[in-house]
């Protein structure tokens, strides 16, 4: 009791210690952000300014879209890896404390070590956005400082705040492993990604304000209001929940790949269970952070309809409407690779060919919805195909191309794949508690209920009028969270006491790993698609409705030029994390490796 209460104290002023500073950084932001300019107070607002043709430099006759593009899509992506990081190896680290098993805090400290590779590139690419942004716009940058004012000197301070936190974090593992000084590490890693979420907060409203533009007059552009209102623009909580959610599974989605690369590199049986563990809990980090992805998604895009119906119709029905249809190809691909991965698992301990029969039908259903997912409404067709066909669509499959559909087989397939990780955790355990079987009853006729509601609310959509189908998306969605929360706490009282099976980790194929380097390289091609698709909708302004964009490449440019684009600084990212997995292995540290099998 002495040594929990002392454990107690030593937390609680490790946590003071840290927080103070933290509690000032955001007091100190909300100050920045809130006051109004002294300018806009004398009454000084000066208008948005009007690009020419001349205000964009060119060099050798290049203008800087390209150069732009390519930066701000590889410091995105690295961003969101070393953002997503540290996020959940505080939760691991924290259930290693809690715990006591030092296998958690040895994986922790194993993907820190990936991040750190990561973080450099992550600055460079950085530098090299802002000054490709400084350097081929001036007059846009000089708005949105002109908008944003002191908030920029705030981001500055912030990120330095943050490369302070991550190597102290980092390089103060091992002197602050034991006793209550784990503690005190535990609150920097706390520190850490709260200066981390805010730096991407006021990032994204920086990207939302040129979308969604507020605190300006939507006549002339001039700056009436606080940064405060800017930031707090119609699509920044949207996007900020969308990108989180996102940043995990996509940092789950590399550091899984990292995990597979071990296991196929190493010889000794030790190594491939501690790996096989790595790309396991990986996995399920990533899907952790996937499956709630969808309805964030959706309520960007009902956010961005309410903003502008043109703007949402530009996305969703018009130019970059097919695009969609590539969003879903790739979705389903990380579904289908993210579940075979979890049905190679079953192998893993002995309960679990008792349900490996059922895999054929969780993959019936999750081929079943990609197909319909991936069904367009209308067809590109020429007019003799028009006319053999009756119309542009198709009288069987066109009905499968509208939300009602599509939103009836997402929802399906995230049950599935729900489904997929609850047999494996079920082959591992089992119930002693005296409901079991009652138990097992109630989780068999939740997903039955839940399935008919599911495919009920999606006919529903189908009858009434246009003008509530996306209100009737709600109840699908509804009804897949609750699938997932009553499932997981009746699974949690029925684990209590439950007999635990042995886990042979490393007792995987080699034809597994290879679903996880499948998913970042889905995950980063997907990213950049949505990156596409979010910067296209604003057509040809800068700011939407306030700045045009004078330049020669303002338009949208074509799917073609686009996916060419979004391969090349795909393959590029691909490389540098390739080269990042291969530095942070050379980089090994040589600290003794803790005794026994991995935790489940």
């Known amino acids: 009791m002495q040594c929990r209460q002392s454990c107690g104290q030593a937390c609680r002023r490790a946590l003071t210690q840290v927080m103070r500073p933290a509690c000032i950084l955001v007091s100190a932001v909300v100050f920045a952000t809130a006051i109004p300019d002294l300018a806009l107070a004398a009454g000084e607002a000066l208008p948005a300014p009007v690009p020419t043709p001349g205000d964009y430099p060119r060099i050798g006759g ?62 460079l690419t950085g530098g090299g956005l802002a000054i490709a942004l400084f350097l081929f716009y001036p007059v846009v940058m000089e708005y949105l400082m002109q908008v944003f004012r002191g908030q920029t000197l705030i981001y500055a301070g912030l990120f330095l705040m943050e490369s302070l936190c991550l190597y102290i974090y980092f390089y103060s593992w091992n002197a602050l492993r034991y006793g209550n000084r784990k503690w005190f590490h535990l609150s920097i890693g706390l520190l850490l990604n709260a200066v981390g979420l805010t730096l991407m907060f006021v990032a994204n409203a920086w ?85 709630p992805l969808p ?19 530009t996305a969703m029905g018009g130019v970059l409407a097919w695009l969609f249809i590539i969003q879903a190809v790739l979705i389903g691909t990380i579904i289908l690779a993210a579940n075979y991965y979890l049905w190679c698992g079953l192998g893993r301990t002995a309960k679990g060919a008792t349900y490996a029969p059922y895999v054929k039908y969780i993959a019936v259903v999750i081929v079943a919805g990609f197909l319909v997912w991936v069904t367009p409404h209308t067809l590109i067709l020429t007019p003799e195909e028009i006319r053999i066909l009756g119309g542009t669509h198709h009288g069987f499959l066109g009905p499968l191309g509208i939300m009602p559909a599509k939103n009836t087989a997402v929802n399906l397939m995230l049950v599935a794949t729900f489904l997929s990780f609850q047999l494996f955790y079920r082959s591992s355990r089992e119930p002693t508690v005296s409901w079991a079987r009652t138990g097992n009853i109630l989780i068999v006729t939740l997903y039955v209920a839940g399935i008919i509601n599911i495919v009920a609310a999606g006919i529903y959509g189908y009858i009434t009028p246009t003008v509530y189908k996306v209100g009737a998306s709600v109840p699908q969605v509804v009804t897949t969270v609750s699938i997932i929360v009553f499932a997981l706490i009746i699974d949690g009282f029925m684990g209590r006491g439950a007999k635990t099976a042995k886990v042979h980790w490393g007792r995987m194929s080699t034809r597994s790993q290879y679903a996880l380097f499948v998913l970042p390289v889905a995950f980063t091609w997907l990213m950049g698609l949505m990156g596409y698709i979010r910067s296209s909708v604003r057509t040809h302004w800068h700011v939407y409705t306030i700045m045009k964009d004078a330049s020669p490449e303002a338009y949208i440019p074509t799917i073609g030029q686009a996916g060419n684009a979004i391969t090349l600084i795909t393959l590029a990212f691909m490389g540098v994390i390739v080269f990042v997995f291969w530095l942070s292995q050379l980089g090994a540290s040589k600290q003794a490796e803790p005794a026994g099998e991995p935790a489940e």
């Open 62 to 123: 290049m203008g800087g879209r390209g150069f732009v593009w390519a930066f701000a899509q590889m410091h995105l992506f690295l961003a969101a890896f070393v953002l997503a990081v540290p996020l959940f190896v505080l939760i691991i680290e924290l259930l290693g404390v809690t715990t006591k098993d030092p296998r958690y805090d040895a994986m922790a400290h194993e993907f820190m070590k990936i991040s750190m590779a990561a973080y450099s590139f992550t600055a």
């Open 207 to 291: 990207a939302t304000f040129m979308m969604s533009p507020s605190g300006v007059d939507p006549q002339t552009g001039a700056v009436i209001g606080t940064v405060w209102e800017a930031t707090r623009n119609p699509l920044w909580n949207p996007l900020n929940l969308h990108r989180f959610l996102a940043n995990i599974a996509y940092g789950g989605a590399i550091v899984g790949a990292y995990a597979a690369y071990r296991f196929l590199s190493v010889r000794t049986a030790k190594e491939r269970s501690h790996y096989d563990w790595m790309g396991y809990t990986s996995n399920f980090i990533a899907i952790a952070g996937f499956l």
């Open 295 to 313: 309805f964030a998604g959706y309520w960007l895009m009902a956010e961005i309809y309410a903003y502008s119906q043109q703007m949402g119709i």
